[in-house]
């Protein structure tokens, strides 16, 4: 059977469905940290630093320092532009 190319899986609609949800999570979480910064007259950069670590420190917690410094190394790549 031939198909058709403008057919979309459900995987690639699952996929870009739970994207697009993440996005708006992220976008929502920086939003309000943008906001307390602000109200608290903090510097942006020292509260997403700050959000950062915490972040790490939980998955190091939860996951363990090994699956840390994994998920710091991807963003790490991801800002480099070296995501291999």
């Known amino acids: 059977m031939q198909k058709n190319g403008n057919v979309v899986s459900l995987k690639q609609h699952q996929t870009?469905?739970?994207?697009?949800?993440?996005?708006?999570?992220?976008?929502?979480?920086?939003?309000?940290?943008?906001e307390q910064a602000q109200e608290n007259k903090l510097p942006?950069?020292?509260?997403l630093m700050e959000h950062l670590l915490g972040i790490a420190l939980v998955i190091?917690?939860?996951?363990?320092?090994?699956?840390?410094?994994?998920?710091?190394?991807?963003i790490a790549q991801q800002i480099d532009g070296t995501n291999a």
């Open 16 to 34: 870009a469905t739970q994207q697009a949800a993440l996005d708006d999570i992220s976008a929502q979480a920086f939003m309000f940290l943008r």
């Open 44 to 47: 942006m950069r020292d509260v």
């Open 60 to 74: 190091k917690a939860v996951e363990g320092q090994e699956e840390s410094a994994r998920v710091l190394n991807e």
